[in-house]
């Protein structure tokens, strides 16, 4: 009897200690936000709590600092080394919507994006072995800060923390706009299952990280400008699958504003959505892009109904950008299903050579090269046309599209065949950057090296445009290329100063011309196509010496 005394006395004992002590019942190395004296009310300001969390985590050297059921208002949250966040179901982060709960930070690794960031809901840099991970939610509040410009008196705490000899101005539309994180010289990140929400800036942005991984996240991003939905910058060894997101501005994007590549990254199994790029790289693109790959990925039309800027069907499904100097190269997209947008495919490599620090000469223009998009099939595709453009000495070089089917809305006049494309060296890249182009399909210029394999572009209203306008393009491949064209286009296809070209396994029908022939172009091989569905297979100006034309082996009544 004695002994059972005792042993109903220590279990008394122990549970008294439990809930005397609730950090004791925890598992080694879990720290519940609320045991520091976070409130989940949505209403109390619980920064300190969570920080204190995060420090004695880090402390004891890592874990897992846990936010339980319920809403917790907070402001600048910074991580330590080997501390992963996990938010349970019913968790909510809750970014402040007052600008001062958010310092400005200056960070180490020098990048454009000094310009204008410094604030952050969730902030690292130079960490090991962190992660914000759970199925609960960090929302941002971002249409409080949409338009939260500071006074003049703002300035001085900007410069205390930016020195203006080293660093760019930061821009009074930016600086006081939190990301919601921001992670720089990271190593071993994860970031899973969580749903982001409404930022007042980027959603997120990883900076010189290497060893990312991103995972089945979940991204809403439609509360203020620049709302993208993931920024890759200056990253190495990136995963990102099973992700979806529906945001304002760019989706899915790499970027490089400082003098590493963006390189060695794994893009799979999304779902994506934005009023302007799906997938880009660019446009920042100081150190480049190598080595990428993007696959089984869907772009759709947002959900969300107003936009702030860009078009309500979206700009490019696919861009890729190399215009502030750097090296694109190694990039493979394959299997990807678009809606809408405005070009499914833009390409661009341009001239505008930012800088990515003040004290230092423009970048020369980069170069862009070695790019294989097989498996499109894109639908209600906008009347602009898509693009591949480099500018006069940089030529784009060997890029190939294959197996692509892209459905075009139509409706081009037949007097843009002749418009004049400005080179626009220095401008801004965007699908729309040249207008409505001469071609309905693909306008290409100043490339050396492409290739068209199985490619079926056709139009729902009336087109007058050719399908294919080529311009300075050297080496180039077109087989089995498929094209809508009307009786009254001038040619399905126009070749323009263009050399060495090889046309093959093509069967247009119910046009009037199949190819067009104009300003010296040379050395073209049309060899082993059905040309019996055109009234006169080629047209050539005065400019063209006959005698560098290969025809043959073409099934046609007529050839001229």
Known sequence: MQFKKQITVIILLLLSAAIISPVLSNPAGFYNVVEFGAIGDGETLNTHAIQAAVNECSKNGGGTVHFPAGTYLSGTIYLKDYVKLNLSSGAVLLGSDQVDDFPLNKCDFPSYSDKYVGRALIWGEGLRG????????????????????????GWDIIMAVY??????????????????????????VLVEGISLRNSPMWMQHYLNCDFVSIQNITVYNHGSYNNDMIDIDCCRNVVISNCFGDSDDDGITMKSTGELPTENVAISNCVISSFCNAIKMGTESNGGFKNITITNCVVRPSSEQDLIYGRREGLAGIALEIVDGGALDGITISNIAISGTTAPIFMRLGNRARKYRPNIAPPPAGTFRNVFISNVIASGAGGTGCSITGI?????????????????????????????????????????????LPAYGFFCRHVDGLTFRDIDIHYNEPEYRPALICDDVHDLKLFNFDA???????????????????????????TDVFLLLEKNSSRIKVIGNDLKGVNRPFIVDESIQMETLDVAHNLSDKQE
């Open 163 to 188: 020195d203006d000899t080293t660093r760019h101005r930061p821009q009074a539309r930016y600086i006081d706009r939190p990301y919601m994180i921001r992670l720089i010289s990271c190593h071993d």
């Open 392 to 436: 006069p000495g940089h030529l784009i070089e060997n890029v190939t599209l294959s197996n692509i089917k892209i459905s075009f809305i139509g409706g081009g006049l037949k007097q843009l065949v002749n418009k004049d494309i400005p080179e626009h060296e220095e401008k801004y890249p965007e699908s729309t950057m040249f207008g409505v």
């Open 484 to 510: 809508q064209v009307s009786k009254d286009v001038s040619a399905q296809i126009i070749l323009r100063n263009s050399h060495d070209a090889f046309i093959s396994g093509c069967q247009p029908e119910d």
């Open 130 to 153: 962190i992660g914000i991970t759970g199925s609960g939610i960090i929302d941002g509040q971002g249409a409080a800060f949409r338009d939260n410009l500071p006074d003049e008196s």
